[in-house]
């Protein structure tokens, strides 16, 4: 796998290429069998995340929300502060996202 990490204030962007055709089929089993992984992005979702990365998006094929505050995947929370992870993998290139060590505010 190889991978590349961008730092900013605000969140750490890791975009990473799954390059053995073994781990790459097992990894799209997983994200095809998996139930956190969703194909459909809740606009809600979208709109909590970086603007520059909502652009980017519509490039891959899976995601995942993952709220560390309360613990929840793939749901938009209510008012609030939270820490959040948001994952993308594109099937076509094999390239994940991974939005880390962000904070979203919903009011």
Not at 2 to 29: G, H, P, Q, R, V
Not at 56 to 78: A, C, G, L, M, R
Request: aromatic content about 14%.
């Amino acid at each position: 796998m190889s991978e590349a990490t961008i730092k900013s204030d605000e969140y750490d962007l890791t975009y990473a290429k799954i390059i053995s055709n073994d781990s790459k089929i097992k990894f799209e089993y997983t994200i095809q069998t998996n139930g956190l992984w969703k194909k459909d992005l809740d606009i809600r979702i979208k709109g909590l995340l970086p603007i520059i990365e909502q652009g980017e998006i519509q490039d891959f094929d899976y995601y995942v929300f993952y709220n560390e505050t309360t613990n929840e995947y793939n749901t938009y929370p209510s008012v609030g502060n939270y820490q959040c992870i948001f994952v993308s993998y594109a099937l076509k290139n094999q390239r994940l996202m991974l939005i880390d060590n962000y904070k979203v505010s919903v009011n």
